[in-house]
């Protein structure tokens, strides 16, 4: 299983970004397909999930929207209306479930990372 995850870059606050994250390797539509995030000195954490339904966490909810195309086995986050507070390595990852997950540990692969940068 591979994840590829593209679409960083530096922004200034304000702006959208949208990434991309490429699986191959995998059933994707058996797949619960999410993002997480790290920034500097902190712990990874959730950002928004896709399976049946959606989630997100409460920091995101309304500005990143997360959506999937199975066809082409690729996941989307759009983020819009940056905050220097979104600076970090970005991660998409993949849980073996048709359940919403949320935790780090329900993931079972995982991709390279992003890196979004965030200016005031």
């Known amino acids: 299983v591979q994840l590829q995850a593209s679409g960083g870059g530096l922004v200034q606050a304000g702006d959208s970004l949208r990434l991309s994250c490429a699986a191959s390797g995998l059933t994707f539509s058996m797949y619960v397909m999410g993002w997480f995030r790290q920034a500097p000195g902190k712990e990874r954490e959730f950002v928004a999930a896709s399976g049946g339904s959606t989630r997100y966490a409460d920091s995101v909810k309304g500005r990143f929207p997360i959506s999937r195309d199975n066809a082409k086995n690729t996941v989307y986050l759009q983020m819009n209306s940056l905050k220097p507070d979104d600076t970090a390595v970005y991660y998409c990852?993949?849980?073996?479930?048709?359940?919403?997950?949320?935790?780090?540990?329900?993931?079972?692969?995982w991709g390279q990372g992003t890196q979004v940068t965030v200016s005031s």
């Open positions: 990852a993949a849980a073996r479930t048709t359940v919403m997950v949320t935790d780090i540990l329900d993931y079972d692969y």
